[in-house]
């Protein structure tokens, strides 16, 4: 960054000695405007610079940008040409344009863009600089909504999807949440999303894209989530929402999804379709025509092709089906592979939570992994049903007796008051139980 400024610096000094004042060089000068002198930090401001020439010599030129300290910057809109009338000249104006974010509060200066004109035999080189924009950005107010705001400044609005409504305990649904606006998006953290007894949330990184109108730039940006159901019903979605500050209104605002019902059926439970046999009524027989044209069709390898794209079609339903299938069998795998991890997950929230919530973090982490490993719902698990399946595994039987001696701890730890230290120990007792489990685990 600092060689970058360096030699943006000495280039303008150096270049300097050879500029002459726009109103002596009528022919041909430059200018740089801002949309609003005065925003908010994060909120999207225009920053454009003009060439304005009547003379083919600055077709031979370069635009040298300033570094845009203070801001995140995107160009957008490419370079555009038309045609513009300063004092009563006609001029041919050359126009680049970025969007640009403040990043913190105070007076920020925009250095000067300059535009290099090459040599001629008989001319020397030329540098047009476009003064320094001064720049007063202002901080987010700070009131009692902006305790849940999430950073972004500007025009937003939300489009939830989900890519079904209808599914079985243990098999997820994709939830995406689209946040789109004329804010700094790209720099939006992932929203909260609400714990659940109910879901099993896993999220993945989200995607950035923009598209340009015209007088901004609209950035969208995608978040994604797997929500594995683990208790059967009509279950409700956690609710999302995303606090925003609208600098046009000057207001904060909230935009949250609205309640999506997802349909859950138990595991168990399938459909079988019942085939229906489809009756074919017999046609009579057609003489094929002996015309030797018709027969080179028919025997050609165009006749053969349409015979053979119906069983084409159908492999691919059947593969399309198969991979469909497969995918249901890998969420449940999925849920397993990461059984351990977030075990682990709950352990170490544990060793930083209260008292109060530690004991239940700690049996729930013994339940949940029980859970996630048989592919069920953790309010099935009870003692019984997890020495059962100890039972149906391999496992050696003092590791048994010691995963059994956590649980047992845990569940005392419901009753009875439980120290630090002992949360602790407990909860390293439980790590290495299961990790020892996972290892034998079949």
Same mark, same amino acid.
């Given at each position: ?70 801001? =995140? ?151 994604? =989530? ?80 349409? =015979? ?132 034998? =685990?079949?």
């Amino acid at each position: 960054m600092m060689i970058r400024l360096t030699a943006y610096f000495v280039m303008v000094c150096l270049c300097s000695l050879f500029i002459q004042p726009a109103q002596a060089q009528a022919d041909y000068f430059v200018e740089a405007a801002v949309s609003h002198s005065a925003p908010y930090v994060g909120q999207q401001i225009e920053y454009s610079f003009r060439l304005y020439s009547r003379v083919s010599r600055t077709n031979r030129g370069a635009i040298v940008d300033p570094p845009f300290d203070g801001f =995140w910057k995107q160009e957008f809109g490419g370079i555009r040409q038309y045609q513009a009338s300063v004092e009563g000249q006609f001029y041919e104006v050359k126009e680049r344009r970025f969007a640009l974010f403040p990043t913190y509060a105070g007076t920020v200066t925009i250095e000067p863009t300059a535009f290099v004109i090459e040599a001629e035999p008989d001319r020397p080189s030329e540098v047009l600089l476009t003064e320094p924009v001064l720049i007063d950005v202002q901080p987010v107010p700070e009131t009692e909504a902006s305790t849940t705001f999430d950073g972004a400044v500007g025009s937003l609005e939300i489009e939830p999807t989900l890519d079904r409504l209808t599914t079985t305990t243990g098999e997820p649904v994709q939830l995406r949440l689209t946040v789109r606006g004329n804010g700094n998006i790209e720099q939006l953290p992932a929203p909260d999303m609400p714990a659940s007894d109910i879901w099993r949330i896993y999220n993945n990184p989200g995607t950035y894209g923009a598209y340009e109108t015209e007088d901004e730039l609209v950035g969208e940006k995608t978040f994604e =989530w797997l929500l594995t159901p683990l208790v059967s019903g009509q279950q409700t979605l956690p609710t999302i929402a995303i606090t925003y500050f609208d600098p046009a209104a000057q207001v904060f605002q909230t935009l949250s999804t609205s309640s999506l019902v997802i349909d859950v059926q138990p595991a168990e439970a399938s459909s079988l379709a019942t085939a229906v046999p489809a009756v074919a009524e017999a046609l009579p027989l057609k003489t094929v025509s002996t015309n030797p044209a018709l027969q080179n069709v028919l025997t050609g390898p165009l006749f053969w092709l349409f =015979w053979l794209v119906p069983p084409m079609l159908f492999i691919a339903m059947w593969y399309r089906q198969r991979q469909h299938r497969r995918a249901l069998a890998q969420s449940g795998a999925f849920r397993r592979s990461e059984a351990l991890i977030y075990a682990r997950k709950t352990l170490n929230a544990a060793q930083k939570a209260s008292p109060d919530s530690a004991r239940k973090l700690l049996r729930k982490a013994i339940i949940e992994y029980f859970a996630d490993k048989t592919n069920r719902a953790p309010l099935n698990m009870e003692h019984d049903t997890i020495l059962s399946i100890l039972e149906t595994q391999a496992i050696d039987p003092d590791l048994k007796t010691r995963v059994l001696e956590c649980l047992h701890q845990a569940d005392a730890g419901l009753y009875a008051p439980i120290q630090d230290e002992n949360v602790k120990a407990l909860a390293n007792q439980i790590t290495a139980a299961l990790t020892a489990l996972d290892a034998q =685990w079949r």
